[in-house]
């Protein structure tokens, strides 16, 4: 048998051993950390007392998602980074702006090619300025096309599980929210009850 310690890679190197006949198990990666740092001074001895903390029950083992379950969380980590990018891009362009004094007129979007050229009428840029604007939404412009890309890799996926694509007909659930929950809850019917899966998603708050 072989533990490991969540982390970037644990669940692929689980799902390998796993396809060779053997067994792998995968630890909590707080307590299980915080146990091992506290005693464990070499990567000898750290995976001694990582066995140690399994056979303890100290820290808990966690559920090694599927295959596909896998490949959602990706697109979906990979499509809030394509996010974060296009915010820092805009971001990036507004503060340029604000350097040189320039505020655009609430609606105008940067994201558009009515924006890019709001902004370069904004005032008389040098060429090297206008280099620079170039530049900036040309990045913009690259970060969209791929939040873009993956949103419609979101909604592909979503079709190809109706049960998860009927979540759309909920009130204020959108397909980002439902593509989400699919790549983090994965196999639903892993939870015995509805109690603990809404408790997993922390939807049931204990009361003291």
């Known amino acids: 048998m072989a533990v490991l310690e969540a982390s970037g890679n644990s669940f692929e190197v689980a799902a ?18 915080k146990l091992r740092d506290n005693f464990c001074n070499d990567d000898r001895h750290s995976a001694v007392k990582l066995a140690r903390i399994y056979r303890s029950g100290l820290a808990k083992e966690v559920w090694q998602p599927d295959a596909r379950t896998r490949a959602h969380r990706e697109v979906f980590f990979a499509h809030r980074n ?9 971001n990036r362009i507004r503060s340029f702006l604000n350097e040189h004094c320039v505020r655009l007129a609430v609606g105008v979007r940067l994201n558009q090619p009515s924006g890019e050229a709001v902004a370069r009428a904004a005032k008389a840029w040098t060429p090297l300025q206008l280099e620079l604007l170039a530049d900036a939404f040309a990045q913009l412009r690259q970060v969209e096309t791929r939040r873009r890309k993956l949103e419609r890799v979101i909604v592909q996926a979503l079709i190809a599980e109706p049960r998860w694509a009927s979540l759309w007909r909920m009130m204020g659930i959108r397909h980002r929210v439902a593509f989400a929950l699919m790549a983090m809850l994965g196999d639903v019917h892993r939870f015995p009850t ?12 204990r009361k003291t």
Request: proline share 3%.
């Open 16 to 33: 390998r051993l796993h396809a060779i006949g053997h067994t792998a198990v995968v630890l909590e990666s707080a307590q299980a950390g």
């Open 194 to 205: 509805a109690k603990q899966l809404v408790g997993y998603l922390g939807l049931a708050p």
């Open 82 to 90: 394509a996010v974060k990018d296009a915010t820092r891009a805009r």
